[in-house]
């Protein structure tokens, strides 16, 4: 490859355009909004000249306190200012600078004192303040508009929220502050509704200074997740503090880039070596600090402001004395002095982090230290943590051996994830990692949001803006070659293509701008060659939403223009298309790729992404329609809208949500407006598949029946033909097996005489096959169920595919009905391993429930109950109720065994409440537990009358297991003396049917 190492030029004949001088610049700033209060009346009873006089200290404030903070005045309008921070460049702290900045106004003008008389009772002058940040568009501004122009809402929010604050109050947003708010004291969080924002905005009152100098303090304010891996790391340290111990000079430099854990992983460290050496070692804690530092030697002052007040009969040195009252010309010496002679006593660790932040005298003073100490062969270790830094790398801990620190490995971000978020669905969990990719700092945050907001993360949405700071910052940093370069990299999406980034920018993967982002961790090679791929998604989302909008789409249209030469035509690349014409608001393109990389997407079985494309060539359909548009086309669209929204259909029957059914009953509408009766037939068909996907049984039934009528009418064989196996599925579902069976068999024929032609019959097959074996199985003749499990789980036994975890999980079913709990537990495993692999949160949820409840009949696990109810509250947001009977049954069960009557009563209620869409398979589960409840209280007659109840349920749906469990229950609660006769009744049926962990129970009766 010949690598051009040219300066990355943007403007060569296929580079965009630039984006027009008068659109000004997208930036992330914090905005903070000051407003005196009761301003009106003051202007009442105040002389004009007096009044005059008060504005110009005013002014002259907010002219001396705001630049102090690192802010910009914007504009100063009466009495009120805007001020920025973020600009010319973005600080990882602009959101603390902007409250800090706050709090001291707030209290200069409070003893500003007004000239003039003062009627009585006035309270004195104060402030009420707004803070806010988000994406501003700036602009040089003029006399009129101020020092610039800011276009955005971000600005009107933080004077809202100025409005919304009283005398004297700041309220911060959120988002601006994120987890920089425990630098302060905050009242506690609320909710905003402000005019113009669909959502309530997030915010609380900031009250004061908190006793916070780092971050990593405030993290510890918050709490901390538990801790995890790092054991190379530490086992190094352990080392190099052995050493030390014994005698030696070492200094430790632990390196990584913001967030990676250096912090967290000394104090680990620290804690227990305090812990070990106790008496035999002293520790010395310091930091640096970019913000407020105006104190030269900062971290060694703040070790001996610590030394103050030693430990009772511990002697100090004489150069305590000397250190802590030396002139500044001399402090630095002094303090050598002082750390030199406590090394002559006892081993010593002085750790400072956040050394890239360290003043000049602090490093030379840490190099004299560690080579005297060398000289005098004293027992000193010094840590150091530090992020790398491009300009002058090793500038401040060159001499030092270094820890490199790498990100969380997959299998250590998935602890953090699953201990921060316990509750949280295994595909949160992945979301959060793709994003985070590894840095524990934005897991943190990640799922501190995905906590507080109980949101799922939205793709290209950063999470709050101080994180989105924090990035911005690290790009502000760069040299514009690379700058350039990462902005368009992040155009491109998280994964890119060597040949593109080439073809848009000259520069392939040795090229030193491309080799120096990588450097700084901001992109790497990716598994597959040729590609490279963001370090973090959030990096890459928040240099996304920093890129003008002009600029952006200009990009995306240019990357289409390069993939469509480079084969989009040869149907490859049909999945990037349609995202950058979507992006560019090339909506015919865009629909046209999104269309085909369903289709694409659904014969290789990815169903969630054939989902995804269908759904944004629905979208892109709607921006299509336009007024000059006549009958035929508009027809044509409508036709075509339907036809995606049948084959979305198709590829959400594994994992539908509420939003599907909507899109599915919109294309019914749509069909019946149509008048055409295949259409119609078909979109019946889906929308009934769909709602039955979800556990709308009844619902589904009436359009599955008006989709034969139809289809009968219009003889569309190849849609009767797939019919019996819908109705059927929602016969079974509805436990109406008398005319499920039928309809199943008659599927079951005419889909073996078609398996063999494609895959897609051969999935419909073994579905069909896997009811009937429920079916079966739920009439207690499990080895008949078996058999057919066996047949149907065949071709894909092992394959990975979502039918094999929709067999298990019917599987793992059956085999809890026949109490043989290992197999249940085997089965539901696959079920929920296999149902994540392919992102089926249903069957993922039900194998996690069914195991859990096996593991609970089997053991009494008592994490069962949990694991159930984690379940079932992952199902929840997508609206999904099919089958949800089983999970409160069980719930309900293990709940009246433990005693928790409360919450056991709750799941029988939810479990009933199922029975409404005909979901009976949880109805005597849960009758049961109310009659062990009852029993419990001594209720006798109620207890007698659920059982009763319990027996209805098992014979509606002609089971024979229920009506076997139900009388093994009456044996246990020995309501009368029927109690041996329901034994017997129970323990033949159980060894009729094989129901063997049931017959073991009936045993130990
Ligand atoms: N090994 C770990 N296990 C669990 N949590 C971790 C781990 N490492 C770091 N964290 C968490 O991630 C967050 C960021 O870590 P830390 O503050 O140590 O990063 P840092 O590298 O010091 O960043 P900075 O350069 O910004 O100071 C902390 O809240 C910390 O608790
Ligand atoms: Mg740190």
Same mark, same amino acid.
């Given at each position: ?5 040219? =300066? ?488 890119? =293509? ?508």
């Amino acid at each position: 490859m010949t690598e051009s190492h040219a =300066p990355f030029t943007a403007p060569s004949a296929n580079a965009p355009a630039p984006s027009p001088a008068t659109q000004g610049q997208r930036r992330l700033l914090t905005l903070l909004f000051v407003d005196l209060s009761g301003s009106t009346s003051m202007a009442e009873w105040m002389e004009a000249e007096h009044y005059a006089t008060m504005l110009a200290g005013l002014r002259a404030l907010y002219e001396r306190i705001v630049p102090h903070h690192g802010g910009v005045i914007a504009r100063i309008q009466g009495d009120g200012m805007l001020a920025v921070f973020g600009h010319p460049e973005v600080r990882e702290d602009d959101g603390r600078r902007a409250t800090e900045a706050a709090l001291e106004l707030h209290a200069a003008v409070r003893s500003l004192v007004p000239p003039g008389p003062k009627p009585a009772g006035f309270p004195g002058l104060t402030l009420h303040s707004g803070i806010h940040a988000g994406i501003v568009l700036v602009n040089d501004g003029d006399q009129m508009r101020g020092r610039f122009e800011l276009l955005g809402n971000a600005p009107n929010i933080a004077a809202r929220l100025s409005e919304a604050a009283k005398a004297n109050e700041i309220i911060a947003s959120e988002e601006s502050l994120g987890l920089q708010s425990q630098f302060f004291e905050t009242g506690p969080r609320f909710l905003l509704q402000l005019r113009g924002r669909a959502t309530p905005l997030a915010a609380y009152r900031v009250l004061g200074r908190a006793a916070v100098g780092r971050r990593f303090d405030a993290s510890v304010r918050r709490g901390l997740a538990p801790f995890v891996g790092r054991d190379a790391e530490l086992a190094t340290l352990d080392a190099a503090l052995a050493a030390a111990l014994a005698g030696r000079t070492l200094w430790l430099g632990i390196r990584a880039g913001a967030g990676v854990g250096k912090t967290r992983l000394t104090e680990e460290f620290l804690r227990h070596a305090h812990a070990q050496a106790d008496q035999a070692l002293r520790i010395h804690r310091g930091y640096c600090e970019s913000y407020l530092s105006a104190e030269p030697l900062q971290p060694f002052l703040q070790m001996l402001r610590h030394m103050d007040s030693p430990a009772p009969g511990e002697d100090m040195p004489p150069e305590l004395f000397a250190a802590q009252h030396s002139a500044p010309g001399q402090r630095a010496d002094a303090l050598l002095a002082l750390l030199l002679a406590l090394a002559r006593r006892t081993p010593q660790l002085v750790f400072i982090d956040d050394l890239q932040w360290a003043d000049d005298a602090s490093l030379r003073l840490l190099h004299r230290l560690r080579a005297g100490a060398a000289a005098q062969g004293l027992p000193l270790l010094l840590l150091t943590a530090s992020r790398p830094q491009p300009a002058l790398p090793g500038a401040n801990d060159g001499d030092a051996e270094i820890i490199e620190l790498p990100p969380l490995t997959e299998l250590e971000a998935a602890r953090a994830v699953q201990q921060l978020l316990p509750q949280s669905d295994p595909f949160i969990a992945a979301e959060v990692q793709r994003h985070a990719g590894g840095n524990p700092l934005f897991i943190e945050e990640l799922c501190h949001a995905a906590a507080d907001t109980g949101e799922r993360l939205v793709e290209g949405q950063s999470s709050s803006a101080w994180l989105a700071a924090l990035v911005e910052s690290r790009v502000g940093r760069l040299p514009p070659e690379q700058a350039q370069l990462v902005r368009l990299s992040a155009v491109i999406g998280n994964v890119i =293509p060597v040949w593109l980034l080439q073809a848009l920018t000259g520069c392939g993967e040795q090229h030193p701008a491309v080799q120096a982002l990588a450097a700084q961790d901001f992109i790497f090679p990716d598994q597959t060659p040729g590609h490279l791929r963001f370090k973090h998604g959030i990096t890459r989302d928040v240099i996304y939403e920093a890129t003008g909008l002009h600029e952006r789409q200009a990009l995306h249209r240019h990357i289409s223009a390069q993939l469509s030469a480079r084969g989009g035509a040869a149907g490859q690349l049909h999945e990037q298309l349609a995202y950058h014409d979507a992006a560019a608001n090339d909506w015919p393109a865009a629909a046209h790729h999104a269309e085909a990389a369903g289709d694409q997407a659904l014969v290789a079985s990815a169903l969630d992404r054939a989902k995804k494309q269908f759904r944004a060539a629905l979208a892109a359909l709607e921006f299509l329609q336009t007024p000059e548009e006549d009958d035929g086309q508009a027809r044509e669209r409508r036709r075509r809208w339907v036809g995606i929204a049948q084959r979305l259909g198709m590829a959400c029957v594994f994992d539908a949500s509420q939003d599907d059914l909507r899109v599915l009953k919109h294309a019914a509408a749509l069909a019946q407006a149509d008048g055409e009766p295949g259409l119609i037939a078909r979109t019946e068909y889906w929308l009934s598949y769909v709602g039955y996907a979800l556990g709308e049984t009844r619902d589904s039934l009436a359009h599955a029946n008006a989709a034969v009528a139809v289809a009968q009418r219009c003889g569309d064989d190849a849609l009767l033909a797939q019919l019996p196996g819908t109705v059927g599925q929602l016969q079974a579902a509805a436990a109406n097996y008398a005319e499920a069976l039928p309809m199943l068999d008659l599927a079951i024929a005419r889909q073996r005489q078609r398996a063999s032609k494609s895959p897609a019959n051969q999935i419909g097959l073994s579905y069909s096959l896997c009811c009937r074996a429920y079916v079966l199985g739920d009439q207690g003749l499990f080895e008949q169920a078996h058999e057919v499990f066996a047949e149907a789980l065949a071709p894909f036994d092992g394959s990975g595919h979502a039918v094999e975890a929709s067999i298990q999980g019917w599987r793992a079913a059956v085999f809890l009905w026949q109490g043989r709990w290992a197999e249940a537990r085997g089965s539901a495993a696959t079920a929920h391993r296999v149902g994540a692999q392919v992102r089926s949160m249903f069957t993922c949820a039900m194998g996690h429930a069914a195991g859990a409840y096996g593991a609970w009949m089997q053991d009494a696990d008592a994490t069962a109950r949990q694991r159930i109810l984690d379940a079932t509250a992952w199902l929840a947001p997508r609206g999904g109720g099919l089958y949800s009977s089983f999970n409160h049954g069980w719930l309900a069960d293990i709940l009246s065994t433990q005693g928790d009557a409360g919450a056991a009563r709750h799941h029988v209620a939810m479990a009933l409440k199922r029975g409404r869409q005909h979901d009976w398979i949880g109805g005597a589960m849960a009758y049961r537990a109310a009659a062990r409840l009852a029993a419990r209280m001594g209720d006798v007659p109620r207890a007698k009358r659920y059982l009763g109840l319990a027996r209805g349920a098992g014979e509606q749906r002609n089971s024979d297991h229920e009506a076997a469990v139900t009388a093994l229950l009456e044996a246990e609660l020995k309501l009368d003396d029927s109690w041996q006769a329901a034994l017997e009744r129970a323990r033949s049926a159980f060894e009729r049917m094989g129901m063997t962990g049931f017959l073991e129970r009936a045993q130990r009766l």
